[in-house]
C-alpha cells in the first residue's frame, strides 16, 4: 500500500488533455512540494515535475503539475502517443524524513 | 553531466548475501544524498533510504531497516546497497538517485541510475 493514492489508470486519445490525481496528506504533500516522474517500460524512472509545478530542461510544456491541500494533479495537454508510459507523484515525507510515493498511473493513449 | 552508474544484474540464492553499488560522476559526490528505490516486478516506487556520503549517515524506511545497509565510499564516489541474507521476496530492480543535499525537499530525486536487477531464486 502507498503513502500517496493514485487511481491505477488513465487513457485519452491524441490531441486530449488528461489529469492524473495525487491523494496524501499532511506530513507529505500537505507540508512538502509535489513532484512527478515518468517511467517507460524497462527504463529508470525521469523527473517530470518538480515543486509542484516547475518543468526540467528539457520537459515540454504540454506537461504541468499542481497542489492544493494534500493534493496534486499533473496534467497533459495535447496528448499524444509517446506519452504513453506510468506516472508517480512523490513528496517528501516529514514523519518518514525520506521520500514517498504513490502507487502509480498507467496512461493508455487510445 | 551528473551520471550514475549501477553495478549488473545479479541471480543470487535464498540465503546468499549481496552488495550492489552506484557510481557517481559528474558531481561533487559529497554533496548530494544517495538514495535507493526498490521496483518489484510490475508494482511501484518503494524508497528505501538514503546516504550522505559525506558522513555516512544514514536514513531508511521502515519497511527496510535491518534488512539491507546502505553505505558509501566517498573516496571512489561509489554508494552501496547490500544483504546479509537474501530472499525471495528481494527480487526487484534496485535504483540509486541522487539529489543535492539542500534541495531533496524540493527537488525530489533528480538523477537516475539505470538500475540493477536482482533475482533471488533457489
Known amino acids: 500500500q502507498s503513502v500517496l493514492t493514485q487511481t491505477l489508470s488513465a487513457s485519452g486519445t491524441p490531441g486530449q488533455r488528461v489529469t492524473i490525481s495525487c491523494s496524501g496528506s499532511?506530513?507529505?504533500?500537505?507540508?512538502?512540494?509535489v513532484n512527478w516522474y515518468q517511467q517507460f517500460p524497462g527504463t529508470a524512472p525521469k523527473l517530470l515535475i518538480y515543486?509542484?509545478?516547475q518543468r526540467p530542461s528539457g520537459v515540454p510544456d504540454r506537461f504541468s503539475g499542481s497542489k492544493s491541500g494534500t493534493s496534486a494533479s499533473l496534467a497533459i495537454s495535447g496528448l499524444q502517443s509517446e506519452d504513453e508510459a506510468d506516472y508517480y507523484c512523490a513528496a517528501w515525507d516529514d514523519s518518514l524524513n525520506g521520500q514517498v510515493f504513490g502507487g502509480g498511473t498507467k496512461l493508455t493513449v487510445l | 553531466e551528473v551520471q550514475l552508474v549501477q553495478s549488473g544484474a545479479e541471480v543470487k540464492k535464498p540465503g546468499e548475501s549481496l552488495r550492489i553499488s552506484c557510481k557517481g560522476s559528474g558531481y561533487t559526490f559529497t554533496s548530494y544524498w544517495i538514495n535507493w528505490v526498490r521496483q518489484m516486478p510490475g508494482k511501484g516506487l518503494e524508497w528505501m533510504g538514503k546516504?550522505?556520503?559525506?558522513?555516512?549517515?544514514?536514513n531508511y524506511s521502515p519497511s527496510f531497516q535491518g534488512h539491507v545497509t546502505i553505505s558509501a565510499d566517498q573516496s571512489i564516489s561509489t554508494a552501496y546497497l547490500q544483504w546479509s541474507s537474501l530472499m525471495a521476496s528481494d527480487s526487484a530492480m534496485y535504483y540509486c538517485?541522487?539529489?543535492?543535499?539542500?534541495?531533496?525537499?524540493?527537488?525530489?530525486?533528480?538523477?537516475w541510475g539505470q538500475g540493477t536487477l536482482v533475482t533471488v531464486s533457489s
Open positions: 499532511r506530513s507529505n504533500i500537505g507540508s512538502n512540494a
Open positions: 515543486s509542484n509545478n
Open positions: 538517485a541522487t539529489v543535492p543535499k539542500t534541495l531533496e525537499r524540493v527537488l525530489g530525486l533528480v538523477y
Open positions: 546516504i550522505d556520503p559525506s558522513d555516512s549517515n544514514t
